[in-house]
């Protein structure tokens, strides 16, 4: 058990220990809001399971051209079968304090604030990272392209958006998140940086949103820390928001209580519980990199 010590906060001028109770926590959290929430509301109320059913669209054939035109015939009906993919609630992180009693009036109440927001954003950003290095339903889940740790270039990004066409993935909602060093990479692609190429594929600078970087080829580029690491560079991602559903069924959250029968504790805690699921495996694939 770790517990905050005398020792450990002796450097804090004495002050008061007062939970704030609607704290609001401030993280670079990038992914989560990218992925597919339509499902999530199912689960208000209750319940830890959302049956996603995998609507299948007709071939290019599927339709049956009448035999003879203006001459009546039977109808043949079509059979419809569709599988269902389970959105399943199983993940909870938290973060937790807990501080003796005779301690805690001595904290510096912004020390107090320090200890609950860091609480939340690891909350935050484990599910951030979960998003993304989960190699059932994360972004690691997806087929590889690209080479680790070498610059992504102009062809592997086309043929990416290849096969998000190809697979009847809509040109809205596509986005890619990439590594800081993957940036810099892609910075050396002449369309995403020369002004002359602005109308029909965008340019990288500044953007809205947290991580946002640009629009380029029909993609909307963010940027995180919280990518996962291949053998030397960062597992990186292109694809479409049907790619992966999520459900945060409950948000950060945080929690105190007073332990009396293990010695005397104020004790803090911030969780989050959610879940996330791969739903189409062609709607986006992991691009390695820097």
Same mark, same amino acid.
């Given at each position: 058990m770790a517990d905050v010590t005398s020792t450990t906060a002796a450097t804090y001028v004495p002050t008061k220990w007062s939970v704030r109770t609607s704290v609001i926590y401030a993280a670079k &959290?990038?992914?989560?809001?990218?992925?597919?929430?339509?499902? @999530?509301?199912?689960?208000?109320? +209750?319940?830890?399971?959302?049956?996603?059913?995998?609507?299948?669209?007709s071939a290019a054939t599927g339709a049956t051209a009448r035999s003879t035109f203006g001459t009546g015939a039977t109808i043949t009906f079509s059979a419809v079968t569709e599988a269902q993919t389970v959105l399943q609630v199983n993940t909870m992180a938290y973060r937790a304090y807990r501080i003796p009693?005779? &301690?805690?009036?001595?904290?510096?109440?912004?020390?107090?604030? @320090?200890?609950?927001?860091?609480? +939340?954003?690891?909350?935050?950003?484990?599910?951030?990272?979960?998003?993304?290095?989960n190699n059932t339903n994360g972004f690691d889940a997806f087929t590889a392209v690209g080479t680790d740790n070498q610059d992504v270039n102009e062809d592997v990004i086309l043929d990416v958006h290849t096969v998000l066409s190809n697979a009847e993935a809509d040109a809205d909602d596509r986005y890619g998140v990439i590594s800081p060093a993957t940036y810099q990479s892609m910075c050396k692609i002449e369309a995403l940086r020369n002004s002359q190429w602005v109308a029909s594929t965008g340019s990288f600078k500044t953007g809205k949103g947290t991580g946002f970087i640009a629009s380029a080829y029909n993609t909307d580029w963010y940027m995180s820390t919280n990518l996962e690491s291949g053998t030397s560079g960062k597992k990186n991602f292109i694809g479409h928001r049907e790619a992966i559903a999520i459900a945060t069924q409950k948000k950060v959250t945080w929690v105190r209580a007073t332990n009396i029968a293990d010695g005397g504790f104020q004790e803090v805690m911030a969780y989050i519980t959610y879940g996330?699921?791969?739903?189409?495996?062609?709607?986006?694939?992991?691009?390695?990199?820097?």
């Open positions: &959290i990038v992914i989560p809001p990218l992925l597919d929430h339509k499902w @999530e509301p199912e689960l208000v109320g +209750g319940g830890d399971r959302v049956n996603i059913p995998q609507f299948t669209a009693v005779e &301690i805690s009036p001595q904290l510096y109440a912004n020390y107090e604030r @320090e200890l609950l927001e860091d609480a +939340g954003k690891a909350c935050a950003r484990y599910q951030d990272n979960d998003c993304a290095a996330i699921k791969q739903v189409k495996s062609g709607f986006g694939r992991e691009l390695d990199g820097k």
